[in-house]
């Protein structure tokens, strides 16, 4: 068990600019979930996937933001035209998806947008 | 919708003090109730859960238990350590864990030696 890996760990960018974030879950974990962190504040609920199906999304995700798990393993979170707002910790959580299985964290992606 | 509101911080203890984190929450189902924590440069872990009414959650010498008459789960410890300093985030999701978690603002704790 290697633990949920994301990447990068820090990113930033200048305003407009897209970025695209990396996530790699426990291996043999069917259920991906995305979240924002900002400072001062708790983890918000941005999207997740059922194998390779987006099962939810948040209101919280713009048009500016996809998500995708081509092949059910890891997944990219991309935001277009990044604006000042979009600066936060980006987090990724894995589950099994299956009993009382709890969600395991990465360490998340810092995004700084200039 | 659900939610969860916990203690504002920063908390500061001294070393073996009795800590106590409230937490309430707002569900309209028979949500799981978690703690998780994140220690400094850390990523976020879980603590403790509880998954019905009456159940505690117990790790690391920090206890919870889950009252659903008063829609809480406050969390305590008899003796902290300077160790424990962290933040704490109170959540629950709406059915077992496989549901998106719902976080609390969450409460930054220090511990003075």
């Known amino acids: 068990d290697t633990g949920v890996s994301q990447d990068p760990r820090h990113k930033i960018t200048k305003r407009g600019q897209n970025v695209t974030f990396r996530c790699d879950p426990i291996?043999?974990?069917?259920?991906l979930y995305w979240y924002r962190q900002t400072l001062g504040q708790g983890p918000e609920f941005l999207t997740y996937?059922?194998?390779?199906?987006?099962?939810?999304k948040s209101r919280l995700l713009s048009d500016r933001f996809s998500a995708e798990r081509p092949k059910g393993s890891f997944s990219t979170l991309e935001i277009q035209r990044t604006e000042q707002g979009d600066s936060a910790m980006y987090l990724c959580?894995?589950?099994?998806?299956?009993?009382?299985?709890?969600?395991?964290f990465g360490d998340g992606t810092r995004l700084s947008i200039l | 919708g659900d939610s969860v509101t916990q203690m504002e911080g920063p908390v500061t203890l001294s070393e073996e003090a009795f800590l106590t984190i409230n937490c309430t929450y707002t569900?309209?189902?028979?949500?799981?109730l978690f703690w998780y924590v994140q220690y400094p440069g850390e990523g976020l872990q879980l603590l403790l859960k509880?998954?019905?009414?009456?159940d505690k959650g117990s790790n690391k010498g920090f206890e919870a238990t889950y009252r659903k008459e008063t829609t809480s789960f406050h969390l305590e410890k008899g003796s902290v350590q300077v160790s424990d300093s962290a933040v704490y985030f109170c959540?629950?999701?709406?059915?077992?864990?496989?549901?998106?978690?719902?976080f609390g603002s969450g409460t930054r704790l220090s511990i003075r030696p």
């Open positions: 959580a894995s589950s099994p998806g299956t009993g009382n299985q709890p969600q395991h």
């Open positions: 291996s043999e974990h069917n259920r």
């Open positions: 996937f059922q194998n390779e199906a987006q099962l939810e």
């Open positions: 569900a309209t189902g028979y949500p799981s």
């Open positions: 509880a998954t019905k009414a009456d």
């Open positions: 959540a629950l999701s709406d059915w077992g864990s496989a549901s998106k978690i719902i």
